[in-house]
Structure formats: structure tokens, C-alpha cells
């Protein structure tokens, strides 16, 4: 594990550089124990890493980073399956034709292949709401866009090298836009506002005609 | 709400809770000049004020109340004749404030006694315009908005009380001292040698998101990261090679690589600098940086003990 400070008041501490479920699932569990400490303001984890905010009056690099140490050499806890959420998708997104003929696939191929696995949310994060979720099949692995869009309409599902996501939000994107959903992602009057929470689990299924 | 100015938002110490949602934290982008403004009228540091982009706005006072300014030098005046800087100060009913033009920094802050009345949004009043939530009904003052008290003033209302230069971030140097970042490595020797010793400028696609630096660009020779959860100050180097400085309403995570982070004694001196203008990182160790925090924090703390 590499612990390196960000600035004055916040730490990297990154587990590994591969991505894994089990590594994830390590990170959620870190973060969620570094957030019950007094001396941290906020612990997010990424992929393989944890982002740490600490109290400058209260830690230091050096007091925290013997404690990430102490925390990550601990038995992670069983950790409870996530919530699952289905989402309905109409697979008639604006890059479904261009993504197929890449990919050499069918359509249909390309849906069936996209509502197969069980994704993981492996980090929430970027904009309001949007999930990375993962690993999306190798078959369906494209870089992202050369040019990307300036506004992806809210509830665009996409795809980009081994991630797929749900845009909550109107924004600017170079992912794959391959179907659209009515599911909210952003959920402004609720805390958390966003529906999906890191470790959570996310089948898509086809509405398309 | 005579005049709104170019951008002015009800602002406060951000939504760091709200990260793990993807929320953007928020808040004042010179938090020095924010607390000050507060503390010089008796409230705490975490009430809300208004944040003056370049242009101030123009407000007509409805009733008496404290008030001091801070942070940019926008010659803030009162019906016409200069406002002390950096002071508290009382408005009478009709009193006009109004600001003649920018002579320093980028972002003025406006705070009154008992706090400026907002939106509260995820335990924040910072205003968050991506998603219009929090501070003034999610958005940018416009012309005709009235602007309420939120409470009682903490301390009796005192004019006079003062914040000295040297108790302030040292505004006039455009050098922002910054530790290494985790991905620093990455860079090739000669990128490294660059990030500490070469000038940048603020580009003109720089906002409270954060700011574009135009200068030489930076090689990184590493291969693709997982994403991560950032932090304001965080120096990225997006694939072209030219870093981005992240502040106040920056994205929560990203993939790009972070090969320094400006610290938290030198982020008020980059909150103050426009597109066009110079700045310069210098490498600092941890130790000094929290040195550097410190002193600017007990500055702030002598206005809250100077028994008015």
C-alpha cells in the first residue's frame, strides 16, 4: 500500500493498482472505518485507493497513515452483498449503430451482452450521482470517444473501456451512448442524493422494441 | 439587489459530506477571506456571505445592520465614498454599496452580522449552480432579490474591528506552495523540473471548477489510472499535458494523474488570480505547510478574541 499525502489536509492511500472486486470492496470497508474516526472529516474510496480528509489540528500524515496501516492489516469484515437495482434501458441510444459495427456485433448481440452481468458500483463520483459501474464484458470494450459530446442528455447509459455508467445529470461525456433509462440517479431531496451507493449491484434488462 | 454584478453567490465553508455522492464540495473559494469577513462581524466562520466575482454587485441596505468586506479589492463605496477595507462597518436604512471596479484579487466577500439567510442543501448554504441547490434558491443573484438576515448577531454590533495586511494571506505573490503529488513520479524529469520552476498562467477556461495552466506541458510516461477521489488544490495532468489546479466546485473523482497539491495556506492567494495572470508553484514539504496553515489560522483567531 502506497500512503501519500494530497496537500496538507487530505492522504492517498492507494491498495493497489488493479482493478478487483475484492480490492473495492477493501477500499469501501477502509474508508467506512476511517470515517468513524474523530480526526477524519471525510473518507471516499476510489477503485483501489482511499481519498482521506483529515483534521490538521487533530492528525498528521504520520498519525494517519499508521492508522490506515493498522486498519488495512485487520480482517475486512464479511461484507454484505449490496443492494441489487434493476434498470430498465431502451438500447436506442445515439451510438448503438457505431458501436455495433466496431464491435462487429448485432444489436442485439451488443444487448445481450450489455444486460448479462451483474454489475458493481465500484465508485460514486466525478458529477452528482454517477456510478462506475463494472467490469463491462471484454467483447463490449471500446475506447472512449474521440470527440467527446459537449451535453449527454440526463439518463443516457453508456459504455467506455471496461466501465458502463448512467448519465445523471446533463454533461459533458466522451462515452459510447447506447440506450437511455427513465431511472433517477440523482436524487436531489433525498441524503444521500444519489441512488446508487459504492458496492451496490446494477442488472440492466431491455425495454427496447 | 440593485445590480447583481458578474457572478454573485451566497457561499460557505462547502459540503464536504456530500462528496461521497458525487456532489461537488462547494463553497467559498477563499475560505481565509470568507472566515475573516464573518469573524470581523461578530459570527462564526461557517455563516454564509456573499462571494463577488470581479464585478460587485450593488445592494441597498432595508435595514441597519454590521457588515465588513473582504478578499478582492473591488473599491467597494457607500453611497459613493470609499468603505474601509477588511473592517466592520454599519448601513443605515437606504445606505447604497456599491463597487467601482476591481483594483485586486478576483472575489470579494460581503458578510453581515447574524449571517446572510439561504437555502441549506446537504448541510450546506453554499450555492451549487450545476445542480441549482443550496445559497440563493440554487442560482446567481439577479437584479431585485432581497436578501434576509439568517439570526441573531453572535456579538454586539462593533464598527472598527480590523484585519491588518499582515495578519492576510500574502495576496500580491502570485506563488502557491504545493507538495508533491502521489503521481509526481510519473512525470519525466525534465516535466518534474518544469511543475516547480516554470511559469503558468491562469487560462481563459479557468472557474470555480478549477483553473486551466497554460505554460509548458508536462509528460506523463504512466499508463492509465483507476479513478480516485480528489481534493481542491489537486494538480492534474490531463492527457494534453497542460495541469488543471482544482478548486472549490471541483469533480469528486477522476483518473487523471495528481502530481502536486497546492495547500490549504496558499489556495486563498490562487482563489484571488483571473485568467491572464501569472502564478508560480514552489515545492513545500507537509511540515511547512502546516506550519503556514497555522499562522494563518491564529491571525484569524485574534479577531475572534479581541474582546468586542
Known amino acids: 500500500m502506497r500512503i501519500q499525502p494530497l496537500g496538507d489536509t487530505a492522504l492517498l492511500a492507494e491498495l493497489s493498482t488493479r482493478l478487483e472486486t475484492a480490492i473495492n470492496t477493501r477500499a469501501i470497508a477502509l474508508a467506512a472505518a476511517l470515517k468513524k474516526r474523530r480526526d477524519v472529516r471525510q473518507a471516499i474510496a476510489g477503485y483501489a485507493s482511499v481519498t482521506v480528509h483529515f483534521d490538521p489540528d487533530q492528525a498528521t500524515h504520520e498519525s494517519l497513515a499508521a492508522a490506515i496501516k493498522r486498519l488495512a492489516a485487520k480482517r475486512p469484515p464479511m461484507e454484505e452483498p449490496g443492494r441489487l437495482h434493476r434498470i430498465p434501458v431502451n438500447y436506442d441510444g445515439p451510438d448503438i449503430a457505431d458501436v455495433s459495427e466496431r464491435l462487429n456485433l448485432s444489436r442485439n448481440d451488443v444487448i445481450a451482452i450489455h444486460t448479462r452481468p451483474i454489475y458493481r458500483v465500484f465508485l460514486v463520483g466525478f458529477v452528482p450521482g454517477w456510478a462506475y459501474l463494472g467490469p463491462l464484458p471484454e467483447e463490449l470494450a471500446l475506447p472512449r470517444r474521440d470527440l467527446p459530446r459537449t451535453q449527454v442528455p440526463t439518463g443516457s447509459v453508456a459504455i467506455a473501456g471496461r466501465q458502463t455508467g448512467i448519465y445523471p445529470l446533463p454533461t459533458p461525456g466522451g462515452w459510447h451512448l447506447i440506450g437511455r433509462t427513465n431511472v433517477k440517479l440523482f436524487l436531489p431531496d433525498s441524503d444521500p442524493p444519489c441512488l446508487f451507493r459504492a458496492g451496490d449491484r446494477v442488472k440492466f434488462f431491455s425495454i427496447s422494441q | 439587489m440593485e445590480k447583481p454584478g458578474l457572478l454573485t453567490t451566497v457561499q460557505d465553508l462547502g459540503r464536504l459530506n456530500a462528496i461521497a455522492a458525487g456532489v461537488q464540495p462547494g463553497g467559498a473559494m477563499d475560505r481565509f477571506a470568507h472566515s475573516a469577513a464573518n469573524l470581523l462581524v461578530g459570527n462564526d466562520p461557517g455563516l454564509a456571505t456573499l462571494e463577488c466575482t470581479l464585478f460587485g454587485p450593488a445592494l441597498i441596505a432595508e435595514q441597519s445592520c454590521l457588515i465588513a468586506i473582504t478578499g478582492a479589492d473591488l ?234
Request: aromatic share 6%; hydrophobic share 40%; net charge positive.
Open chain 2, 75 to 308: 473599491d467597494a463605496r457607500v453611497n459613493g465614498a470609499e468603505a474601509p477595507p477588511w473592517t466592520s462597518f454599519l448601513l443605515g436604512p437606504g445606505d447604497r454599496l456599491t463597487f467601482a471596479g476591481r483594483r485586486q484579487g478576483a472575489r470579494a466577500y460581503i458578510a453581515i452580522a447574524g449571517g446572510f439567510a439561504a437555502d441549506r442543501w446537504l448541510g450546506s448554504l453554499s450555492t451549487n449552480l450545476l445542480t441549482a441547490r443550496g445559497g440563493f434558491r440554487g442560482r446567481a443573484l439577479k437584479a431585485g432579490d432581497s436578501l434576509g438576515v439568517a439570526g441573531e448577531a453572535r456579538k454586539p454590533a462593533v464598527e472598527g474591528r480590523h484585519m491588518p495586511g499582515e495578519l492576510r494571506p500574502a495576496y500580491s505573490e502570485h506563488t502557491l506552495y504545493a507538495v508533491p503529488g502521489p503521481h509526481l513520479k510519473r512525470l519525466d524529469a525534465e516535466s518534474r523540473r518544469l511543475l516547480f520552476e516554470a511559469p503558468y498562467a491562469v487560462g481563459p477556461d479557468s472557474d470555480r471548477m478549477g483553473y486551466r495552466l497554460d505554460g509548458p506541458r508536462l509528460i506523463d510516461t504512466g499508463e492509465e489510472l483507476l479513478s480516485f477521489g480528489l481534493v481542491a488544490g489537486a494538480v492534474q495532468v490531463p492527457r494534453g499535458g497542460l495541469p488543471i489546479l482544482l478548486m472549490a466546485d471541483h469533480q469528486t473523482a477522476g483518473g487523471y494523474p495528481v502530481v502536486a497539491t497546492v495547500v490549504s495556506a496558499s489556495l486563498p492567494i490562487a482563489a484571488q488570480l483571473l485568467p491572464g495572470h501569472d502564478l508560480q508553484l514552489a515545492g513545500i514539504t507537509t511540515a511547512r505547510a502546516q506550519a503556514m496553515r497555522k499562522a494563518l489560522a491564529a491571525g484569524l483567531e485574534t479577531l475572534r478574541d479581541d474582546g468586542c
